[in-house]
């Protein structure tokens, strides 16, 4: 019996030492993977895909675009695409992963990395677990962030109108990836966040009240979906945006580094590694 006892502890062992190795072995992979990948050039056609669909890639000056440039590949490549039902092009991959890197651009080392997967549908789903249809959502338990891309197509048509599924949903996630320990987490000035919750508090209490001033009313919803649309926002009306709730925008500003309404000759939209 005692025999028997030590070779299944021994066969424990040893498929938990592969299992083991077989992680450390991907995340190394992985690793070198992303740094050697970095390396390479982004591709003039990814390029010319960026600078056709993403408008705010347009307004950034030569170091900047090589940043931005240097975050798509690194989602390109460490992102696993699906399409259901459908397959996903180059170039569907390449304006996902520039809604997500101009989101992310002015915090130094935020990659979404808990958010390993990228769903996408051709259009409108029905969620199986609310039996609801709908058009974008980020499930941080299975890692994904999920779009239609219908609509992902639609939210860049006018990029002035403040509705955005790429930005409204990176914006999710980068709240969500704040306060997941992995190593990437709390990028989000504490104090900068505890700000923007109470002056986001105040401004869903008039929306709710039917005094909402510059925000669409789904905003009023809760604190997630108010920091979503105020993203859609901030790089869509970031003007407007400025004038109406200047605390807020000053707020959101300094969180994410990056500052659309001040673009202009010789003042920078991104300041990477710090706040302006």
Known sequence: METVFQVVMALLLTVM???FLLKFTKEFMDAVGIAAYGLVPLSKAHRATLE???????????????????RVKELLYEKDWL??????????RVRIAGTMAQVTLGLER??????????????AYVNKRTGRRH???????????????????????NPADGRNLGLHETAHALWLENSIEN????????????RWQELAREEIARINAGEERFFRKYAGTNQA??????????????LDYQATL???????????????????????????????
């Open 17 to 19: 030492a592969v299992a």
């Open 52 to 70: 056709r669909w993403n408008a705010y890639y347009r307004t950034l000056d030569h170091a900047q675009r090589k940043e931005f440039d240097r």
């Open 83 to 92: 399409g259901k039902g459908f397959p996903v092009s180059w170039e569907m």
């Open 110 to 123: 935020v990659l979404l990395r808990h958010f390993t997967r990228i769903h996408i549908f051709p259009g």
């Open 135 to 157: 058009l974008g959502e980020v499930n941080p338990a299975k890692r994904a962030i999920v779009l239609s891309w219908a609509h992902f197509q639609e939210g860049h048509a």
């Open 183 to 194: 190593g990437e987490d709390d990028f989000l000035e504490t104090d900068l966040r505890l």
């Open 225 to 238: 979906e108010f920091f979503a649309v105020a993203v859609e926002n901030f790089f869509e009306r970031p």
């Open 246 to 276: 200047p605390d807020l925008y000053a707020c959101m500003k300094d969180l994410l580094r990056q500052d659309p309404a001040g673009h202009g000759p010789g003042s920078p939209a991104v300041h990477p590694g710090g706040a302006p």
